[in-house]
Each structure stands twice: as structure tokens, then as C-alpha cells.
């Protein structure tokens, strides 16, 4: 008490900040939570942030400054813990081998991991950022996963499945998984995003497809009657010759209408 203001004040701080503060309000100036550093008694340094006002007399002589200083430490400990665990979380995010998009309530990207930008074949995700999730796909996508978002921001996690091609344009389809990101009180933050790679897959079905097509091309131009039953004796096949012979319409024997 009595000291100068000085002795709170860091040795190593730019010149001016000392007595910045301080001048500043003795000019009239607005100084609120301005951050900065002060030394306490036993020579700590704390992270402070002051607000300072003119002290006015009746007459209108300045007579000093009121300041206020707040101690910002709990602040800067609840920051770094929430750094922290960003940090885990995109650890986490980076772990999985899908591709993991986290999208705003508008529907706009936030974020993708590591594998996921490498599974669509982009190098930087800063031209995607913000951008709207859904405008991304081919047009014919686009209702599908428009109707997906509206669906987790109303808090109903959905599934879908859809063909996107990459950054590079290499052709893709997708199993996409969309879920709402919700705070204590039930609100929707945001939305998490999974899309898994299944083109290996949607080509396997596509060539079976072609092959039982191939299958029933020929099957149907042989002049006997085939048929095909599972194991349970339901009928599941009958070639155009065996419809042919017996004139009956396919609705009256397949599956146990064969044997009535």
C-alpha cells in the first residue's frame, strides 16, 4: 500500500504497459478486460485481465483510478483442458479407418479425419470447410442426404446408402451413418458422420446381378422345363419353358403354390 503501481507489474513487459493501463483510464479512456500479466507478493506471475476506470470529485478534478483485476488462471486451466480433450477427441476421430465427418447444425462441414480424407482423395480440407454437406454430392444424392441431416438434427440417427465419387473423381459408394451430437438439456450441437467404402461390394452384387441375368438368358432359351427349389421345398425359379407347358401364371406356383 503506498508502493508504486509498478510493483505489480512484470520487469520483462513491453514498454508501456506498466503505466498503459492506467494512463488510458486517466485520459477517459475505456479499459475493459484488458488481459496482461502481474506479479503477485511472493514474485508469482498471474494471468490477470483489468478493468480500470477515471475516479471523477464533485468538481470535476481527476482524483485516481479505480481498476479491477480478475484472475484469469481458472479461465486458462478450463481452456487447456478443453484443448486437451479436442485433442483426444481428434485422436479418436483419426483412429477409425472410415471416414468421419462432423457437420454444423446448418448443415455445413466442420471437420474430416485424417482416413477420411484420404479415402476421398483430398489433400486439404481448408476449400471444404464450411462448405454445405449435402451440395457436395452428385444431384441424385443430394435429397437423400438433406433428408438424413433433417432427420439427426431432429435428434433420430439414420443410415443410408449412396454414390459419391472422390475429390479426384474416382467413383465410390458409400454406407453413410448420420447421428446427432446432443447437449445435456437435449439439443442438437451438431452431427457426426460416418461413411464406410463399399464399392468393392456394390460391384460384387453388381456382377452377380449380371451373371444371374447371363443365367436366366440361358436357362430360358433351352427347350426343357427347369426349376430351382431350396432346401425347405419352396420354389424360387421356373425357366419360360416350364410356363410355356403349363400355361400356369407365375403367381399361382412359386414358393408352396406348386403343391396345393
Request: contains cysteine.
Amino acid at each position: 500500500i503506498d508502493g508504486p503501481v509498478g510493483l505489480l507489474v512484470p520487469p520483462d513487459l513491453p514498454d508501456g504497459d506498466p503505466t498503459g493501463v492506467f494512463r488510458r483510464a486517466m485520459e477517459g479512456r475505456r479499459v475493459h478486460e484488458h488481459e496482461t500479466v502481474r506479479v503477485a507478493k511472493g514474485g508469482e506471475r498471474i494471468p490477470v485481465s483489468v478493468t480500470a476506470a477515471r475516479m471523477v470529485a464533485p468538481d470535476g478534478r481527476t482524483i485516481g483510478v479505480s481498476a479491477i483485476f480478475r484472475d484469469l488462471r481458472p479461465r486458462r486451466a478450463m481452456e487447456a483442458e478443453l484443448r486437451d480433450s479436442e485433442a483426444f477427441s481428434r485422436s479418436v476421430l483419426d483412429a477409425s479407418t472410415d471416414c468421419v465427418k462432423v457437420v454444423d447444425a446448418g448443415g455445413r462441414l466442420e471437420f474430416m479425419n485424417a482416413n477420411g480424407l484420404c479415402l476421398m482423395e483430398i489433400e486439404d480440407f481448408t476449400p471444404f470447410l464450411g462448405q454445405d454437406w449435402a451440395a457436395l454430392w452428385p444431384e441424385a444424392g443430394q435429397a437423400r442426404v438433406r433428408e438424413a441431416v433433417a432427420a439427426a438434427l431432429s435428434g433420430a440417427p439414420t443410415r443410408f446408402e449412396a454414390f459419391c465419387p472422390t475429390a479426384r473423381g474416382t467413383p465410390k459408394w458409400w454406407d453413410v451413418a448420420v447421428a446427432p451430437v446432443q447437449d445435456a438439456a437435449g439439443r442438437v450441437l451438431r452431427l457426426v458422420s460416418t461413411s464406410r467404402d463399399i464399392t468393392g461390394r456394390k460391384e460384387a452384387e453388381a456382377a452377380l446381378a449380371r451373371s444371374e441375368a447371363a443365367l436366366r438368358t440361358a436357362l430360358d432359351a433351352i427347350p426343357q422345363m427347369v426349376w430351382s427349389t431350396r432346401p425347405d421345398g419352396f420354389h424360387d425359379y421356373y425357366n419360360r419353358r416350364w410356363y410355356e407347358f403349363t400355361g400356369a401364371p407365375p403367381a399361382q406356383t412359386e414358393g408352396e403354390g406348386w403343391n396345393p
